[in-house]
């Protein structure tokens, strides 16, 4: 088993330019998250999918924020246009549903932009 | 969501016992209490979850009180490696199943 797989690991870009990142979660993983984590924070949830429908976006900026599952499996997050304030670590986690399971992280992207 | 206090930091020397306390006393019944820790420049990784009972697992054990509204993670001989930000979060229950909230943590130094 791979874990959870996010690509690419780093990525720099210039302000107003679009980006996206990609999670592979782990097989058969009903629920997925993104999570932003700010050099020093604890991860800052942006949503939460329970297969493909988003239940939790409410921390999810969505005027430059963008993210899909489809068919309940990998899943994309975009910014559009960047800000120097979304320099960041970007995290997937995925875990089956319920409050008695373990959550699987994946490595994360960095990104920087300037 | 049902919040968790922590302390921001603690030390330890290796080869000792390292208690990790957490408050949570707006817990409800169907929060579940978690344990992740984060190693420098990583994900942050699965350690021990429980309900009421206590737990043990080859990583650490997890003392919850009879009340429910703290909880102690225990790491029973810590390694250089054990040195990372630990975190204790509610996943539970309700409006926010499944939810993953993270807080501050505590930042575990382990000397040699």
């Known amino acids: 088993e791979a874990g959870v797989v996010q690509s690419p690991r780093y990525k720099i870009i210039e302000k107003k330019q679009p980006v996206a990142f990609w999670c592979n979660p782990i097989?058969?993983?009903?629920?997925l998250y993104w999570y932003l984590q700010n050099l020093g924070q604890g991860p800052e949830l942006l949503i939460r999918?329970?297969?493909?429908?988003?239940?939790?976006d409410s921390q999810l900026p969505k005027d430059r924020f963008s993210a899909e599952r489809l068919k309940g499996v990998d899943s994309t997050l975009k910014i559009q246009p960047a800000e120097l304030g979304d320099s960041a670590v970007y995290l997937c986690?995925?875990?089956?549903?319920?409050?008695?399971?373990?959550?699987?992280f994946g490595q994360g992207t960095r990104l920087t932009v300037v | 969501d049902a919040k968790t206090t922590q302390p921001n930091s603690m030390e330890s020397n290796e080869e000792e016992p390292v208690h990790l306390p957490c408050n949570h006393s707006t817990i409800s019944g169907t929060d579940y209490i978690h344990w992740y820790r984060q190693l420098p420049s990583q994900g942050p990784e699965y350690v021990i979850h429980g309900l009421t009972s206590n737990v043990n697992n080859r990583m650490a054990s997890l003392a919850i009180a009879e009340d429910r509204k703290s909880s102690t993670l225990i790491l029973h001989r810590a390694t250089l490696r054990d040195a990372a930000v630990y975190y204790c979060i509610l996943r539970g229950g309700g409006t926010s199943y499944g939810k993953l909230t993270f807080g501050q943590g505590t930042i575990l130094t382990v000397h040699p």
């Open positions: 999918y329970e297969n493909e429908e988003a239940v939790d």
């Open positions: 986690a995925s875990s089956y549903t319920g409050a008695d399971t373990e959550a699987f």
């Open positions: 097989s058969g993983h009903n629920t």
